[in-house]
């Protein structure tokens, strides 16, 4: 054999050590690293205090005093408004619509969501296009959404009717009036705001189901589940902390909103559809009674505090497993 | 199979058919549309644009439009100016307490108009600022900037602390590195913000409701179901057309940005 | 226990474009370990979930103890099938998810119990049964995946890449339970890898799989003694086989037959001269990096591998006497790249 010409071994060069890489200084905390946090984080809380927090103590304040709109002094009432509230049929009468609409409009949204979600899951030709179609009702502004369902409920005129007495359910005269009887317009409320939410709660529950890795599903299905096992014993217990994120969202822009009622009904007839916050808005904002309308929006405040406290439950949960 | 489609198809059917209600009306005939015996679902006269023309010609609609589209760019103005160093700071400076005051923050997100809309009415009024678009600028950014602060946090949380540090040993003070280099890197999330603060005063009712009363200076989502209703009488081709050009685009723009809004509310549960 | 078949099965995602599996036809023997071995994307996966009926085929027919089972859906087929990702039910409990194929099939209630303990106790998990799946390790889902696979007795197990999250170590001994767990059940078996040494010791046959196309099938000592075309030959060995390309025909030899020329018998030895470019020591074996010199093959790179048995020193940028025995020597057709007959080319 011949010795090698240049004798240079493959690792020879890579054996002697490379000019160690400079090790980066760390840059260390600076004693100002805390003020300018503060800085930079101050201004956003002190507004958000300040537009949030100064009205909510107002509010309190005027709940437990006398203050009407042109008054000029203030007298501490004690719980006076909030008895006289509490006795108030009107007050009685709106809570109780509250809790119709919202647990009528979340059963409804919790289970259509989930159906529309499930339905939107798997890719198909179209499926931005029908995005978009099912989102409107939540990404258009719902004063406006609700004036169209205004017109579409018409007293007169209204397009369904015009069906139900085509199809011969019903005759000219007589076809359902909406917004105008009592329990129909509790209903129509309720339906409305619950297409104006849906949409919100399908894209939530569509995000947690696209989450779910798709072997899952596919081994329940090798493992003999057929739908509906699959949905009852893994999908469903899987889209657990989801739903109960949507359900939370829904129920605080549910029990809080007085828009759609407002926009179909002004809470008629006679009161029937009337919710306690549009009866703050009648009493405290069109009727002046500045004192009453702070307490009964007050009401809100055990709602939001619960829902708060089980959202942060469920956050917690989540960041746990 | 067929079971998938029929839930699309009512889905998209229920779900859509007050828009295309809109469309039709806008274009018929007041005399088409107030007479029971026609089928509402056809053109039985022939089509035409006047309701346009008095929504355009006689009517406040493009001031409203305009008087929303300023408001819009204020409070995304102030939402961004606030919403940016509170979201980098809670990121990256506060350390542990960042999530906790992210979350405390984020929650107040939740905090109704209807439960402060009484105390806000009257603090208006003492500013002075009354039926004026100002109001409604000072009190929106009270709810864009919780929730945009959270979703920046999201984004700020995602670039690697390392480009910082570079920066800084390149020469840059922290502030600078947030200016120089985060905010650039960040322009989508920003675009986010900007979207959704902006959607968000066109949607809103109660607030504009309380706070401004005068014809001339509404909101579009107060002035048209207001204003275009004179007694009882609701100009229903007019209000449709409003309905539906001021409903399509910022549907159109919300809807592009409406993967990362959900990012935002679902942090933590998914998965 | 049955017997897989696919007739002209392919599966094509995009119209247009190649399939990602091509008109393949196989059948398994009866109680076989038979494994789809090919490089990533090569539709292992893609035909392994056809076979379990997850992915509709484009054309073809698949048949399970001889009958055809297109229009089954999986639970229809009474098979079982192991996941990449394990894909156990985060939310059960190891217990909940063994016996959920038990629940989902309405098998008896009583039995439920007996028959998790039996498979966990095979799979030696027993003592996990009150565990959700992210209290355990790797080694311990994949055994809760297999447990829940057998817990039913299915007439044919899928397997796709069980082991490829399992740290080096863990699949070493992995592979070891699963071939003595096939042993014992002795159920046909559908492995899925695209690591060629699990094929190798694994496989009673390996299926080598290229683009959609089914390249070869036979035992492991086939496929790597004698590979039907190129790709075999080059996919299968580590490193691969050395190809030199000749008129008409592409002659190929193992690295480890390619020794220096001493150690080849005189009669049957082709000598071949071998400038070292680099060599790697890898312990029981050496690889010697280098060029053919001085013959018609000058400048073409070949591998050589010595067990550490040859003990001379080489060196980097020498020339040395190398060789090839005569029968190690194997022929493809340089067109089609595939096998053909031993054939005289002249080497220098
Ligand atoms: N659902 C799908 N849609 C489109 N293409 C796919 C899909 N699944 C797999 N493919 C393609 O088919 C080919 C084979 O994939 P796969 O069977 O997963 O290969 P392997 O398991 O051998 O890595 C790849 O090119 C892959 O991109
Ligand atoms: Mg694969």
């Keep these: 054999m011949k010795p090698a010409e240049h004798n240079v071994e493959r690792c020879g060069g890579a054996s002697a050590t490379p000019p160690s890489p400079r090790e980066r200084p760390r840059v260390a905390r600076r004693p100002g690293g805390r003020w300018l946090g503060a800085a930079m984080f101050l201004p956003a809380i002190l507004y958000v205090v300040a537009i949030i927090g100064v009205p909510f103590l107002m509010a309190f304040l005027y709940a437990v005093g006398d203050v009407r709109v042109g008054s000029v002094g203030y007298h501490f009432v004690g719980l006076e408004n909030f008895r006289s509230v509490l006795h108030s049929p009107a007050f009685r009468r709106s809570l109780f619509n509250s809790v119709i609409f919202t647990v009528g409009s979340q059963v409804l949204v919790i289970v259509g969501a989930f159906t529309l979600a499930l339905a939107l899951r798997d890719k198909f030709r179209g499926r931005g296009v029908v995005r978009f179609l099912v989102m409107l009702p939540w990404v258009a502004p719902v004063s406006l959404g609700a004036i169209g369902w205004k017109w579409i409920l018409d007293s007169l005129y209204s397009v369904i009717n015009w069906l139900l007495v085509a199809m011969h359910l019903f005759r000219q005269f007589d076809a359902p009036q909406w917004l105008g009887e009592p329990k129909l317009a509790m209903m129509s409320v309720i339906l409305v705001h619950t297409w104006h939410v849906l949409p919100f709660s399908t894209v939530i529950l569509l995000a947690g189901l696209t989450a779910i890795p798709r072997d899952i599903p596919e081994a329940a299905a090798v493992d003999g589940a057929g739908f509906w096992r699959t949905l009852v014993h893994i999908t469903i217990p899987m889209m657990r902390p989801i739903l109960n994120v949507a359900l939370l969202f829904g129920i605080i822009f549910t029990f809080t909103d007085m828009t759609v009622v407002y926009i179909l009904t002004r809470g008629g007839p006679y009161d029937s559809t009337q919710v306690v916050p549009s009866l703050a808005f009648f009493t405290g904002i069109l009727g002046g009674d500045l004192a009453e309308g702070a307490a009964i929006s007050l009401f809100l405040v055990p709602i939001l505090v619960i829902v708060a406290y089980l959202m942060l439950r469920v956050a917690h949960r989540a960041e746990v497993t | 199979m067929l079971g998938h489609w029929s839930v699309i198809v009512a889905f998209s059917v229920v779900l859509a058919f007050p828009f295309y209600w809109m469309l039709i009306t806008t274009f018929k005939q007041t005399s088409d549309l107030y007479d029971i015996t026609n089928n509402p679902f056809i053109f039985n006269a022939r089509p035409t644009l006047e309701h346009l023309r008095l929504l355009f010609g006689e009517t406040l609609y493009l001031r409203w439009v305009g008087n929303t589209a300023l408001a819009g760019a204020l409070v995304v103005f102030i939402t961004l100016l606030l919403a940016l160093p509170a979201a980098y700071a809670l990121a990256r400076l506060t350390g542990n307490w960042g999530q906790r005051l992210g979350i405390a923050i984020f929650l107040t997100y939740l905090v109704p108009p209807t439960l402060l809309f009484i105390p806000l009415s009257r603090v208006i009024s003492l500013l002075g600022l009354q039926d004026t678009i100002w109001s409604v600028v000072v009190v929106y950014p009270s709810f864009t900037i919780p929730f945009s602060t959270w979703l920046l946090m999201g984004f700020f949380k995602s670039i690697p602390k390392e480009l910082e540090d570079a920066a800084m040993v390149d020469g840059l003070t922290r502030f600078g590195a947030f200016v120089k280099l985060v905010i650039p890197i960040s322009v989508s999330g920003i675009l986010t913000v900007v979207i959704f603060a902006f959607t968000l005063v066109t949607q809103e009712f109660v607030y504009a409701l309380t706070f401004i009363a005068p014809e001339a200076h509404q909101m579009v989502g107060v002035g048209v179901p207001t204003f275009l209703v004179r007694g009882d009488v609701y100009y229903w081709g007019s209000l449709m057309a409003a309905c539906l050009i001021t409903s399509l685009p910022i549907a159109l723009v919300y809807n592009l940005f409406l993967d990362r809004f959900i990012a935002g509310f679902t942090v933590g549960a998914v998965k | ?348």
């Design chain 3, 1 to 348: 226990m049955a017997v897989v078949e696919t007739r002209g099965l392919t599966k094509v995602f995009k119209e247009g474009q190649l399939g990602a599996v091509n008109n393949v036809d196989l059948v398994t023997r009866e109680g076989e370990f038979l494994v789809f071995l090919g490089p990533s994307g090569s539709g292992k996966t893609t035909l392994l979930r056809m076979i379990a009926g997850l992915e509709q085929p484009t054309a073809g027919e698949i048949l399970i103890g001889g009958n055809v089972v297109n229009h089954l859906s999986p639970r229809e087929r009474r098979i079982a099938m192991v996941f990449q990702s394990y894909a156990l039910y985060p939310h059960l409990s190891v217990y909940n998810n063994i016996a959920f194929p038990l629940k989902a099939q309405k098998i008896k209630k009583e039995l439920h119990r007996e028959k998790v303990e039996w498979a966990s106790s095979l799979l030696g998990i027993g003592g996990l049964l009150d565990r959700k799946p992210r209290e355990l390790s790797g080694g311990e889902r994949q055994r809760v995946a297999l447990a829940r696979a057998i817990v039913r007795e299915p007439t044919v197990f899928l397997l796709d890449e069980p082991l490829s999250n399992l740290d080096a170590k863990l699949r070493a001994s992995a592979r070891e339970d699963l071939e003595q767990f096939h042993k014992r059940i002795g159920t046909t078996t559908i492995y899925v890898t695209h690591d060629q040494v699990e094929a190798m010791a694994m496989g009673d046959r390996i299926v080598v799989l290229h683009q959609g196309f089914v390249r070869q099938i036979g035992t492991p000592k086939e496929v790597y003694d004698d590979p039907a075309d190129t790709f075999v030959a080059t996919f299968l060995g580590s490193p691969p086989m050395n190809l030199l390309e000749s008129d008409d025909v592409v002659v190929g030899f193992r690295p480890e037959h390619f020794l220096p020329a001493d150690r080849l018998r005189e009669g049957s030895r082709i000598p071949l001269r071998f400038r070292v470019t680099y060599l790697e020591f890898l312990g029981a074996e050496r690889i010697l990096y280098g060029s053919l010199a001085g013959s018609r093959f000058e400048e073409k790179e070949v591998l050589s591998r010595l067990p550490a048995a040859v003990s001379e020193a080489f060196q980097v940028a020498s020339v040395y006497d190398f060789g090839v025995a005569s029968e190690s020597l194997r022929f493809f057709d340089r067109q089609s790249e595939k096998r053909t007959q031993p054939k005289a080319i002249a080497w220098q």
